[in-house]
C-alpha cells in the first residue's frame, strides 16, 4: 500500500532552485518529476570549453559564510573539492587608475579617510565625511541602496565605491535596488547607527580574528555539484524530463504537468517564465510576477598569453563604475582565483558586459562584443589585447532585480496564489539571488508539508 502521506510531485526548472527542492522532496519520500526545458541541468550554473580548459560561464563560487550550498556539496561527497579562492583582492577603475578599495562593508566605507586610496577625490571625501555628525534621517521602512548612500556619504562614493561593488552582484542599478529585499545586510548596517561609516567600522571591528574563507568553489567547476545532483536523483528515482519545457494545467482542483497528473507543483523558474505558466491559471500572481524586472548580462571569457596584463596575481578583480562609460562592468582574473585552470601560467579572463541601465552590447553579434571586450580592457589596463581564444554567453533576462518594492510584491504573488492549493512559486526572483539562497529556496517547508 502506497504511503497516504506520499505525494506525487513536479519540479518545473532543473537549475540549482529546482535541483535542491527535487533533493529535498525526494528524500522525504515523495515520488518527484523533474522538468528541464533544456538538454542538461544546472541553469544559470554552465561552463565553456575554450583552448582545452573547462572555464564557468555564470557562477564560478558561492558565500561559504552561508551553509546551504557548503552542505549541498558535502552530502554529495564533494567535502574534500570545496577551494577558496587563491586571490581576493579587488581594485575599482578610475581615470586611467586602479584603485585599492578602503576598508569596507559592501562598499560603504569603514573609514572617514576614504580618499586615501586615490578613488575619491577631495571634495568627495569632505562630503563623505558629513555621515559621521550628521543627523539621524533614517526612513522607517525600505529605501534604495542609492538613496540610503547618496544621503549619508554622498554622489561620489555611492558612484565609484558601493555601485560597482553591489550593482557589479547584480548587474543592477542601486538607486533601484531594495535595501531590505536586495541587500539585507546593508539594512543591518543601517539599524545599528545613523552613521553609515561609524556601523561599517564597528562591524569590521567586532569581525572574528579569523573567519575563514568568504567564498567557495569547487575543484573542477560548479558543474560538478550538478553532475553529482543528478546522480543522487536518479539513485533515488527522481524521474528527470530533459527538454521538456513544461506546461501547467489545473482544472476541478488537479494539477498537471505536460499532461502528467501531478499533487503538487513547484515552479523554480525564473519570474517571467512562471508568469506565462500561470497566465491562465493565476491572472493576477502572473501579472505581478510579469513585473519583477530581469537585467540581461554578456559574460565573455578570454584566454590571454601569460603576462599579457601586467598585474599582480593577488588582484581577483577589477570593477569598473558606471560613469566611465564602457561595456565592460567587471574583469574577474579566474586564473589568479583558480590557478588549476592554467598550470601554463595563461591569463584566463572572465568579463561582465552590461547592466541594467546599460543595453547596448545586446545589439550587437558575438564577435562584436568580443571585440569591444577586447578594447575596453585594452584601456582599463593600458595594453593591447592581442586577439586570442574567447568565447561569449548572452544571459538573456539572466538576473533578477530586487527593486524597492519587492517584499510587497512577493506578498501580493503568495495572496494571489493562496487559493491554489498544491502550487509553490519559488526561485532565485524570491529571497535572493546567490547561490545558497537559491539552494535554500528549493528547501521551504515542502518536504513535510505538501
Ligand atoms: C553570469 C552570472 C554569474 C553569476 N555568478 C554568481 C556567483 O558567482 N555566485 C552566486 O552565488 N550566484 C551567482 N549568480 C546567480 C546564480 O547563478 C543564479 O541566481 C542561480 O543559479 C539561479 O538558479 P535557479 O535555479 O533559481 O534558476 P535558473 O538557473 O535560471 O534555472 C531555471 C531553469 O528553468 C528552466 N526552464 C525554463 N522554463 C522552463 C519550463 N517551462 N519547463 C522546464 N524548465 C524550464 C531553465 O532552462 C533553467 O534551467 C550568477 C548569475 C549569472 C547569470
Known sequence: MPDPATKTVAVVGGGITGISAALSLSGAGHTVHLFEALHELGGKIGETRLDGRTIPTGPDAFLARRPEVTDLAVSLGLADDLISPAAGSARIFRDGRLHPLPPNVLGVPATADVGATGLVSAAGVERARLDIDAADDRPDGDESVGDLVRRRLGDEVHEYLVDPLLGGINAGDSDRLSLEAGVPQLAVLRSKDPSLITAAANTLASAPANPGPVFHGITGGLNRLIERAQVELENRGVRIHLGDRA????????????????????????????????????????????????????????????????????????????????????????????????????????????????????????????????????????????????????????????????????????????????????????????????????????????
Open 247 to 450: 506546461t501547467l494545467q489545473h482544472a476541478h482542483g488537479q494539477w498537471s504537468v505536460s499532461n502528467l497528473p501531478i499533487d503538487h507543483v513547484i515552479v523554480t523558474t525564473p519570474a517571467h517564465i512562471t508568469a506565462s505558466l500561470l497566465t491562465d491559471i493565476a491572472p493576477e500572481a502572473a501579472s505581478v510576477l510579469a513585473s519583477i524586472d530581469y537585467s540581461s548580462v554578456a559574460l565573455g571569457v578570454l584566454v590571454l598569453a601569460p603576462d599579457t596584463i601586467d598585474i599582480d596575481p593577488s588582484i581577483s578583480g577589477v570593477l569598473v563604475p558606471r560613469l566611465c562609460g564602457l561595456h565592460v562592468t567587471a574583469v574577474s582574473f579566474a586564473s589568479h582565483k583558480w590557478p588549476a585552470l592554467a598550470p601554463d601560467g595563461a591569463q584566463i579572463l572572465r568579463v561582465s558586459v552590461g547592466r541594467r541601465t546599460d543595453t547596448r552590447w545586446a545589439q550587437l553579434r558575438d564577435a562584436e562584443v568580443v571585440q569591444v571586450i577586447r578594447n575596453d580592457l585594452s584601456t582599463i589596463f593600458d595594453t593591447i589585447i592581442p586577439d586570442g581564444p574567447a568565447s561569449l554567453t548572452r544571459w538573456d533576462r539572466g538576473l533578477p532585480q530586487y527593486d524597492v518594492n519587492h517584499s510587497s510584491k512577493i506578498a501580493d504573488i503568495d495572496r494571489a496564489t493562496g487559493s491554489l492549493p498544491g502550487l509553490t512559486l519559488t526561485g532565485a526572483w524570491r529571497n535572493g539571488l546567490g547561490l545558497p539562497a537559491c539552494v535554500a529556496a528549493g528547501q521551504l517547508p515542502l518536504s513535510t508539508d505538501l
